[in-house]
């Protein structure tokens, strides 16, 4: 039987379109001290470090685990990297809470980072393509997530409709108002985001996030050390992590599977019967707008086809009955291997009650998901106040 | 002689403080605000078996369309699949007759510098004739305007008729 473990502390970097002063070391180092400092603990009360980046051509650096480790002060410990894309992030927080469940260490970092400003993402975007099947037409994540959101629209049309891709965009832009490490902080109209220049149909300039620099970090800790260094801990109370085929067209895309079971293992682990009552905020990784409502149905969080009235009727607003993506989500920041524990940090801040601005009233339980690869791989993480 | 002794000195900058809002007192990395950039390029030359995946592209050069079905529990995979992935039997190749419909697409108005295609550029997701998976590529020759592109159309696979750069791009879709 695993042990219990908490969040303790988080760190964040401002999330940029570039990040000029610092090298990827010192930017992963940014956002580990600050988690340290959160937690109230010495660097030296770290036993072991889980890192999470994207591929290494998004930097064109290999080994990147060779030097962050020491970089962030832990030279001497154990050190492992976590490489599933978009899920890096997630798969980091993951990975350093099977290092405590198990019993074999009591405080570990999971700390996860990506420089997107240092390659040329068009380029090492197109090399991330199964070299056989997909290289030589390509064209990158929009196209791929075009597909996903025509066939999604067109499954549920007239239910779901365009512009409800666009409220998303414009609730998530305006959410990211609130937290000071936000990238895209903008208030915007549904038509500005309908009128945007096209980019894969139905995607338009603003459903897509931006390209990101930076990095993000949580300390874990067991049990008693975990009452101890923080008042209000972010208990793992589920977790859900599945992959489907690489192959996106073998994969039902507007309603994969993959996060479908991700979702039931980590209820069943948490023992949720009906998410949308129990859970009390849900951060989800919409790296375009319309995956908010796709992924907002395969979480469970709603039936098929009701994505688009959740955001319509303001269910899914800050101050709506079920606040999704508080901290403006993905549409906000995308520093890729990041993003997936962004998320799980903006979930264990709610349930810390340390949101800071974009702190919701009364959170007792959150969610946090991410998608990686031609989303086949999906993560749902649930935190709780009490264990 | 300095910094131009540098060949791929890109540039030398001042940075800003990216928290500054945190540091009321002050950056506390203020000695440390000199940057600068450089660039390295990388230039090689990958070589990827195909392996027994092979005859499909061998295959397209034929102006075939081939598929794998399981001789388990009978799906037909396309894009073909030398192991079944639903029941892990080996499978058995099968040619398709090359039709299907539309089952999606996403139309870009720019693509890449380095794809030598057309914009728009049309993808397509197509549940082929025959087989019970879906197949992804770019769907060419519709006409003057992306209009015509619709859900459910009639799409099949054309051939190549000019030298290509990746044994993928022998075959694209057309309308049918």
Not at chain 1, 246 to 256: G, R
Not at chain 2, 141 to 149: L, P, R
């Given at each position: 039987m695993a042990r219990a473990a908490a969040v303790v502390g988080t760190g964040q970097t401002r999330y940029?379109?570039?990040?000029?002063?610092?090298n990827i070391p010192e930017l992963a180092r940014e956002a580990a001290s600050r988690a340290i400092e959160d937690a109230g603990i010495d660097p030296r009360d770290i036993e072991a470090v889980v890192i999470g980046s994207g591929p290494e051509v998004f930097e064109g650096?290999?080994?990147p685990d060779l030097w962050v480790g020491s970089a962030l002060g832990q030279a001497g410990r154990p050190v492992t990297r976590i490489q599933t894309g978009g899920t890096s992030g997630a798969g980091a927080t993951i990975a350093a809470f099977y290092h405590v469940a198990s019993g074999l260490h009591d405080v570990v970092l999971a700390v996860s980072y990506e420089k997107l400003s240092d390659g040329i993402p068009s380029y090492s975007f197109s090399t991330l393509s199964d070299p056989f099947w997909d290289r030589g037409f390509s064209s990158g994540a929009a196209p791929l997530v075009g597909l996903q959101s025509c066939q999604y629209l067109a499954r549920h049309a007239p239910k779901v409709r365009e512009d409800h891709g666009a409220m998303v965009a414009v609730k998530n832009r305006k959410n990211a108002m609130r937290n000071p490490y936000a990238q895209l902080q903008m208030e915007i109209t549904v038509d500005d985001v309908m009128n945007s220049s096209p980019v894969a149909s139905p995607i338009k300039a603003l459903d897509c996030c931006p390209l990101s620099d930076g990095a993000a970090a949580l300390v874990i800790a067991e049990e008693r050390r975990a009452k101890k260094m923080a008042s209000r801990p972010a208990w793992f109370a589920g977790l859900g992590a599945c992959s489907e085929s690489?192959?996106?067209?073998?994969?039902?895309?507007?309603?994969?599977e993959s996060c479908v079971r991700a979702a039931q293992l980590a209820y069943q682990m948490a023992w949720i019967y009906d998410p949308v009552r129990e859970l009390d905020v849900a951060e989800i990784f919409e790296a375009f707008s319309f995956q908010e409502l796709i992924w907002t149905e395969a979480l469970g969080l709603c039936n098929p086809g009701e994505g688009g009235r959740m955001v319509e009727s303001g269910v899914t607003a800050m101050e709506g009955e079920f606040p999704i993506n508080p901290s403006g989500g993905v549409l906000s920041a995308n520093p890729i291997g990041a993003s997936g524990m962004i998320r799980q940090i903006e979930a264990a801040m709610q349930v810390m009650g340390k949101a800071g601005a974009h702190q919701l009233p009364g959170v007792r339980k959150s969610l946090a998901h991410s998608w990686g690869g031609v989303v086949q791989f999906s993560t749902v993480t649930i935190f709780a106040g009490e264990l | 002689m300095g910094l131009e002794l540098i060949n791929n000195l890109m540039d030398v900058f001042t940075a800003e403080d990216p928290m500054a809002f945190a540091h009321p007192d002050g950056d506390p990395w203020a000695d440390f605000r000199e940057g600068m950039r450089i660039e390295w390029k990388m230039d090689f030359t990958y070589k990827h078996v195909l392996g027994k995946y092979s005859k499909f592209f061998i295959e397209l050069t034929n102006h075939k369309f081939l598929a794998t079905e399981c001789p388990g529990c009978g799906k037909v995979w396309a894009i073909p699949r030398p192991l079944c992935a639903d029941c892990l039997t080996i499978t058995k190749w099968k040619e398709l007759p090359g039709t299907g419909t539309l089952e999606s697409f996403s139309i870009s108005q720019f693509v890449p510098s380095f794809m030598k295609v057309e914009v728009p550029y049309v993808l397509a997701l197509v549940k082929m004739d025959g087989a019970d998976t879906l197949f992804t590529h770019q769907l060419r020759?519709?006409?003057?305007?992306?209009?015509?592109?619709?859900?459910?159309m009639p799409v099949k696979v054309a051939y190549a008729t000019e030298p290509v750069d990746h044994p993928m791009l022998l075959m694209h879709f057309e309308p049918a």
């Open positions: 940029a379109n570039r990040r000029d002063d610092v650096v290999n080994r690489p192959y996106a067209p073998n994969i039902d895309m507007a309603y994969p | 020759n519709y006409g003057d305007s992306t209009d015509v592109v619709k859900m459910g």
